[in-house]
């Protein structure tokens, strides 16, 4: 089911009421939640259900497994055997095409057979994100971070619908006692979650509509055909519409969680005011960022082992990152940008550090490195959107062309400064918004609300399409 | 000194974003303002969420749908917000009126007049009686006329920088990505490629789009050269007829209206001297869908093939299996292996794409003949 749809509004004002009148009958509630988010995940396609119920399982039954052992070797040897058959589902239904055609590509180029069949497996929605949340959850058992949960209480950790198709990554020790315990009828932070959901249909069907199909689309789809400015313009607008999407839904993610009383935790920080890769990386898609931390550099060796071991670990982390998102080449080089981006910078931080420079941070300083960040993220997106690695560098040779210049109107150009420039609109204004907000009584609340939802219907276009995130 | 990756991270650690100091609500009045803003909001969109659900497939759903909101309607038109928001709509240049898929709007082509008014060959069929300048009412009488027979096209013209070559791509989800594909293949300094396709659209459904007068207004207004249609992958779903009658899928009268719906599109581009190359739907990974995609392909080729400025394009045979089966993978023209079909089983990748962009510039070229500097490979 699509977040910005009328059968969502239906599907969430039902589970709203049902999960509140359920919440005082703990086991009666996560049966009917768990019920509430496989219609949820079926809506869209009711085919591979079963494999959400099959992941729960095995993180369930691993978890289990991993605890009847307290001998560290055994208990690592099981913890790995069970992040391996959590991963064989996810290497399965998203990697399996990818690694068959290019390995019968690389045998045909030996004049060999190919060796396995070519298939194209149907990718699961949502696969990639409930993956990670099992994968965690065994490890943090496994680290004693966690006890073992029922299996009901895993199954609807895994599939609550709000974070289940695109995240945020939420960890079992930040979800699981919230699901545990019923939650507070009187307590609902109905300001927050109201300006998480409007704001993000928003950003959703007005912002990343409006710029992907103005100049977006046309571009990436035939860079042959378009000027440099407008080239320029259109990967700029790009960054917007990956933020815009993206952002918008974990924050409608995370405000109807808030309705249902759940906390989950914050997924973007104002991404394109980062000073560095790292600090970039720090505020876009924060779950996966500490995911990644926690599950694949640490336990690598993180920075513990020297510089260039540092080095290697920094960059094994930010190709799986970048493989997470897609199977693909594209996505390979996207991860191999940042990760050389981050151990350069954490290089030069050395380098001046070892010389004795003290880093001065001048506003203009600041500004400078926001600039050139912000290009940096910009050029890596060039190699997330492109189809190919050939149509990246096409579109990059594009950006000294002369040409036309029509995609480049003055809306284009406003939606793109005025989302830039909101990520350093200071929060107070916004928080006493929401404060003067949640004065109101409920019906002008809701009545606000509709001129909201109202202007965002009024304003975006035909239709809705998927958001981009779902494909991983 | 060194801040390590894992201590910067901790510090800003993916937490719960601070709580405002908002007062809080409880369920029942949370629910209250949901059911609120649930019901103004479907007041106020009342007239957008009944032309949407009338653009819906012919079925429960639909039917359903629209007895739910017929009544919500009636009551925002006693209440005016209809018409606030009518009038909203119309302060954001959309006409309320207008067919629930939407109008077509060509977007800006950066050609200067005096070339644009020279820049036509003369059109055989048309050249007479010049259809792009004619009052509606005549042009609603003309249709009446039997369609006059035109004679043999002449080849598409050489463009120049100054004098580009008009193409445009219309039809359904598949002609955007077929648009994309013919403009990556032609020479941008010669021709100007407008990429019109719209998703969800076809013959079947008039009522929600209609590519007849979608077709008419881009010969009026851009008066191309050459046109490419790709559509029919939504159409297996009863028409609508003018008077709102439901004609089922597979019936004589939907194959008959279909038939004409088909052949009056490609008159409205062929009878201006516009060529025109039909794409067929290519094979697709359901086979419930294989029958009714194969006959209305004989309807497309049938159309086209009949008309002298048009040429229908296969797509099915050049992406089947050798088995005749459905394959996502092909082999290039260097015998590597690459994914052409999108997960989906319908849709192409890019790669895919640009096979069938090829495949429909070299129709054009051997049906009309392509002026070699139009294009950016060996055809």
């Not at chain 1, 336990?299 to 082992?305: A, H, V, W």
Request: proline share 6%; aromatic share 12%.
């Amino acid at each position: 089911m699509l977040f910005p749809t009328t059968d969502f509004a239906i599907f969430l004002a039902v589970v709203f009421a049902l999960s509140w009148l359920l919440n005082p009958h703990r086991a009666a509630w996560k049966w009917f939640i768990l019920a509430a988010s496989y219609v949820f995940y079926a809506w869209w396609d009711p085919r591979l259900a079963w494999l959400l119920a099959l992941v729960s399982t095995i993180a369930w039954a691993s978890a289990l497994w991993v605890e009847r052992t307290d001998d560290q070797r055994r208990r690592r040897r099981r913890t790995l055997a069970s992040v391996a058959a959590l991963l064989l589902p996810l290497a399965w239904f998203k990697y399996y095409g990818f690694f068959a055609l290019n390995l019968a590509n690389a045998f045909e180029s030996l004049g060999m057979r190919p060796p396995l069949p070519l298939l194209q497996v149907l990718l699961p929605i949502g696969i990639s994100f409930y993956t990670f949340m099992a994968i965690s959850y065994v490890v943090d058992v496994s680290r004693y971070q966690i006890q073992v949960s029922r299996w009901l209480d895993v199954s609807v950790y895994l599939a609550f619908f709000p974070h289940l198709i695109a995240g945020p990554i939420v960890r079992g020790e930040e979800l699981i006692p919230q699901i545990r315990r019923p939650r507070d009828a009187g307590r609902i932070d109905v300001s927050r979650a109201s300006f998480l959901i409007v704001g993000g249909l928003f950003k959703k069907i007005v912002i990343s509509s409006l710029l992907a199909t103005q100049i977006v689309d046309p571009v990436f789809g035939a860079p042959n055909a378009h000027g440099g400015l407008e080239v320029l313009i259109a990967i700029y607008a790009y960054a917007i519409v990956i933020y815009a999407d993206f952002s918008a839904y974990s924050d409608i993610a995370i405000g109807v969680a808030l309705l249902l009383g759940f906390e989950f935790p914050a997924n973007f920080d104002r991404p394109y005011t980062a000073v560095s890769l790292r600090d970039f990386w720090r505020r876009w898609h924060m779950t996966l960022s500490r995911w990644l931390r926690d599950y694949l550099y640490i336990p690598l060796g993180g920075s513990r082992q020297g510089e260039l071991r540092t080095a290697v670990n920094i960059m094994i982390t930010m190709l799986i990152g970048g493989l997470w998102h897609g199977a693909g080449w594209t996505f390979v080089v996207w991860g191999a940008f940042h990760g050389l981006g981050q151990v350069i910078g954490r290089w030069r931080h050395r380098r001046a550090v070892a010389l004795g420079i003290m880093e001065r941070s001048s506003a203009w300083i600041v500004a400078r490195k926001r600039f050139v960040t912000f290009n940096l993220v910009c050029l890596g997106w060039v190699f997330f959107r492109a189809d190919s690695i050939g149509s990246a560098f096409e579109i990059l040779g594009r950006l000294g062309a002369s040409g036309s210049m029509a995609l480049v109107t003055p809306i284009v150009l406003l939606t793109i400064a005025g989302m830039l420039g909101a990520q350093y609109l200071p929060r107070d204004p916004a928080a006493r918004l929401q404060e003067a907000f949640g004065t109101l009584g409920p019906v002008l609340k809701g009545a606000a609300l509709a001129l909201g939802l109202f202007a965002v219907t009024t304003l975006g276009g035909q239709g809705v399409t998927p958001f981009i995130y779902f494909r991983f | 000194m060194t801040q390590t990756l894992e201590r910067v991270v901790v510090a800003r650690e993916a937490r719960a974003p601070e709580p405002t100091g908002a007062p809080r609500a409880s369920a029942r009045d949370v629910f209250v303002t949901i059911l609120v803003c649930l019901s103004l909001w479907a007041l106020l969109a009342a007239p957008l969420l009944e032309r949407n659900a009338r653009a819906g497939p012919v079925g429960t759903r639909r039917s359903a749908a629209l007895a739910l909101l017929r009544p919500l309607v009636a009551i925002s038109d006693t209440l005016f917000l209809s018409r606030a928001t009518r009038s909203v709509e119309r302060a954001l240049g959309r006409d309320p009126e207008a067919a629930p898929g939407g109008e077509l709007a060509l977007p800006a082509f950066d050609l200067p007049a005096e070339e644009f008014e020279s820049a036509r060959v003369p059109p055989g069929p048309s050249a007479g009686s010049d259809p792009t300048t004619a009052e509606p009412s005549a042009r609603a009488d003309e249709e009446d006329q039997p369609a006059e027979v035109p004679p043999a096209p002449s080849p598409i013209r050489t463009p120049s920088p100054s004098n580009k070559l008009r193409v445009a791509v219309i039809g359904d989800s598949l002609s955007q990505g077929l648009g994309p594909a013919i403009e990556r293949w032609m020479n941008p300094g010669v021709v100007r490629v407008l990429s019109l396709g719209r998703p969800s659209t076809g013959l079947s459904r008039e009522d929600y789009f209609n590519w007849r007068s979608g077709m008419r207004l881009i010969v009026e207004e851009f008066r191309p050269d050459l046109v490419f249609v790709m559509l029919g992958s939504n159409d297996a779903q009863a028409q609508i007829s003018r008077d709102g009658a439901a004609i089922p899928v597979g019936s004589a009268d939907w194959v008959e209206g279909y038939r004409e719906r088909a052949a009056e599109l490609l008159r409205e581009a062929t009878r201006a001297g516009t060529h025109v190359v039909w794409v067929g739907i290519p094979i697709v990974k359901e086979r419930e869908r294989w029958n009714f995609y194969r006959r209305v392909n004989d309807i497309y080729r049938d159309t086209a093939n009949a008309d002298p400025f048009g040429t229908f394009v296969d797509s099915w045979e050049p992406f089947e299996a050798r088995d005749g089966g459905y394959t996502a993978f092909v082999r290039n023209e260097r015998g590597g292996l690459v994914e052409v079909r999108a997960p989906d089983g319908v849709h192409f990748t890019s790669t895919g794409y640009g096979f069938l962009g090829k495949m429909a510039i070299r129709a054009a070229d051997e049906a009309f003949g392509m002026p070699k500097k139009a294009v950016s490979f060996h055809v």
